[in-house]
């Protein structure tokens, strides 16, 4: 058989699109909380992080200690839940116990149903929250819903906070649904049940925010989100809210659900939206095991971000599957002890290392692309596999710089690595 030479005429597939994200959807930006802890959701700003509590809010020790720990790993937002007159009570014990700690992101009530009661009962809650997050479906019931909507909105007014109008699938506005539904039945050419539920949730979140500013709330005051569980259904819904809005848009896909079905299912419909332009801050709606770490739902959040490439927030660890290349478990390990010590050092590097999150590591199983991948990151190392010999070269700027052996290979790497972000990030650093 003869093959026909290549040459350099063969043509190359089109690709369609390469040039990454698209341009952001413009919105009102909304500046959240005061001082140190202020941020700005929307208006072209950074994609903010953000994330909820699940402790009882009048459990004031439990709820600082998870808000602390949910602001430490980098959430740039806190939400509680107020749901009762303990609750509002607890709010400004809170907001004083985490200003003592030098906690200072902005705290977020969440209102259901009766919002509207404990704002009026509790002005410190109401002066102490820095934005309420209120659901258009259930802040009342027929002859109820203006004025207890309005109640809230007031409060906001008065106390110069931002409201976060937060429709949601599991709790849509029924006197809507069901009068969209009744016109639907009637029109000559009907749309599916769900595309009704899509544009129910949609004008639920918009004309909320349109009755807002009627009644006398900013327009930089106002966030809309509008939460489905499922991630063709999300990604439709912020895509009709984009459109036809200007209003800062929080993301998320709720009741994700558990372990890595709610981080694959948040991270494939917010990525899509953010890659179209399309989200202002994000929230990644994880259900921890029983006795979990609340904080994973930020590191998902910051992951996503920064793998997307929309913001830096720690170093990133490049490590191979591994493989048959790979029978010891060696590799497995050094790779998690990198990736824990660069956490648990992060809070401490970050003041005395500006730009050490832009830093790329890569811990490599084999030399099939251990070499490669290493001389592709700030530092490197490529473990010897199964029948190699025992030693492991470390790249440094895309250059060999030495070659570890022996037992002590993991502390001798992470010294490297502590050394070279000295050189680089630290104080004497050529910048
Ligand atoms: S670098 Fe080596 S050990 Fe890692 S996946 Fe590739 S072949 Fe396997």
Same mark, same amino acid.
């Given at each position: 058989?003869?093959y026909?030479?290549?040459?350099?005429?063969?043509?190359?597939?089109?690709?369609?699109?390469?040039?990454?994200?698209?341009?952001?959807?413009?919105?009102?930006g909304?500046?959240?909380?005061?001082g140190?802890?202020?941020?700005?959701?929307?208006?072209?700003?950074?994609?903010?992080?953000?994330?909820?509590?699940?402790?009882?809010?009048?459990?004031?020790?439990?709820?600082?200690?998870?808000?602390?720990?949910?602001a430490?790993?980098?959430?740039?937002?806190?939400?509680?839940?107020?749901?009762?007159?303990?609750?509002?009570?607890?709010?400004?014990?809170?907001?004083?116990?985490?200003?003592?700690?030098g906690?200072?992101?902005?705290?977020?009530?969440?209102?259901?149903?009766?919002?509207?009661?404990?704002?009026?009962?509790?002005?410190?809650?109401?002066?102490?929250?820095?934005?309420?997050?209120?659901?258009?479906?259930?802040?009342?019931?027929?002859?109820?819903?203006?004025?207890?909507?309005?109640?809230?909105?007031?409060?906001?007014?008065?106390?110069?906070?931002?409201?976060?109008?937060?429709?949601?699938?599991?709790?849509?506005?029924?006197?809507?649904?069901?009068?969209?539904?009744?016109?639907?039945?009637?029109?000559?050419?009907?749309?599916?049940?769900?595309?009704?539920?899509? %544009?129910a949730?949609?004008?639920?979140?918009?004309?909320?925010? %349109?009755?807002?500013?009627?009644?006398?709330?900013?327009?930089?005051?106002?966030?809309?989100s509008?939460?489905?569980?499922?991630?063709?259904?999300?990604?439709?819904?912020?895509?009709?809210?984009?459109?036809r809005?200007?209003?800062?848009?929080?993301?998320?896909?709720?009741?994700?659900?558990?372990?890595?079905?709610?981080?694959?299912a948040?991270?494939?419909?917010?990525?899509?939206?953010?890659?179209?332009?399309?989200?202002?801050?994000?929230?990644?709606?994880?259900?921890?095991?029983?006795?979990?770490?609340?904080?994973?739902?930020?590191?998902?959040?910051?992951?996503?971000?920064?793998?997307?490439?929309?913001?830096?927030?720690a170093?990133?660890?490049?490590?191979?599957?591994?493989?048959?290349?790979?029978?010891?478990?060696?590799?497995?390990?050094?790779?998690?002890?990198?990736?824990?010590?660069?956490?648990?050092?992060?809070?401490?590097?970050?003041?005395?290392?500006?730009?050490?999150?832009?830093?790329?590591?890569?811990?490599?199983?084999?030399?099939?692309?251990?070499?490669?991948?290493?001389?592709?990151?700030?530092?490197?190392?490529?473990?010897?596999?199964?029948?190699?010999?025992?030693?492991?070269?470390?790249?440094?700027?895309?250059?060999?710089a030495?070659?570890?052996?022996?037992?002590?290979?993991?502390?001798?790497?992470?010294?490297?690595?502590?050394?070279?972000?000295?050189?680089?990030?630290?104080?004497?650093?050529?910048?």
């Amino acid at each position: 058989m003869t093959y026909a030479p290549m040459t350099t005429a063969v043509p190359l597939p089109q690709v369609a699109d390469a040039s990454g994200p698209a341009k952001r959807h413009r919105t009102v930006g909304v500046r959240v909380g005061s001082g140190k802890g202020a941020v700005l959701v929307g208006g072209g700003a950074p994609i903010v992080v953000q994330s909820m509590t699940n402790t009882d809010t009048a459990d004031i020790e439990a709820t600082v200690r998870q808000c602390a720990a949910l602001a430490r790993a980098g959430s740039e937002i806190v939400r509680i839940t107020v749901d009762r007159e303990e609750a509002a009570a607890a709010v400004p014990h809170i907001r004083d116990r985490l200003a003592k700690m030098g906690v200072v992101a902005p705290l977020v009530g969440d209102f259901h149903y009766n919002g509207h009661t404990l704002l009026a009962n509790h002005p410190a809650c109401a002066e102490a929250l820095d934005k309420y997050r209120v659901n258009p479906g259930n802040v009342g019931f027929r002859d109820k819903k203006d004025s207890q909507f309005s109640a809230i909105v007031e409060q906001a007014i008065r106390h110069g906070k931002a409201v976060r109008i937060g429709a949601n699938w599991g709790s849509l506005d029924q006197e809507l649904l069901t009068a969209l539904m009744d016109a639907n039945a009637k029109s000559r050419t009907p749309l599916a049940a769900d595309a009704v539920t899509r %544009e129910a949730m949609a004008r639920s979140a918009i004309w909320s925010a %349109e009755r807002a500013e009627e009644i006398g709330l900013a327009r930089d005051r106002i966030i809309l989100s509008a939460k489905v569980s499922a991630v063709q259904e999300l990604i439709a819904v912020y895509r009709m809210l984009a459109a036809r809005c200007d209003y800062a848009l929080h993301l998320g896909l709720t009741e994700a659900g558990m372990g890595s079905k709610g981080v694959v299912a948040s991270s494939a419909a917010m990525g899509v939206l953010l890659q179209q332009g399309i989200g202002d801050t994000i929230r990644v709606s994880l259900t921890p095991e029983p006795g979990g770490d609340r904080t994973v739902e930020v590191t998902v959040a910051q992951e996503l971000l920064q793998t997307m490439g929309f913001r830096t927030f720690a170093p990133l660890v490049a490590a191979c599957p591994g493989c048959g290349r790979t029978t010891s478990t060696v590799f497995q390990e050094l790779a998690r002890d990198i990736q824990n010590h660069i956490r648990d050092e992060m809070p401490a590097w970050k003041s005395r290392y500006p730009g050490v999150e832009n830093l790329n590591v890569a811990v490599m199983g084999c030399i099939v692309n251990g070499p490669g991948e290493s001389k592709h990151a700030d530092i490197g190392i490529s473990l010897p596999g199964t029948g190699e010999t025992p030693a492991a070269p470390v790249f440094i700027d895309g250059k060999k710089a030495v070659t570890l052996r022996g037992a002590g290979i993991a502390d001798a790497f992470k010294a490297l690595v502590g050394e070279y972000i000295e050189k680089r990030f630290g104080a004497g650093a050529a910048r």
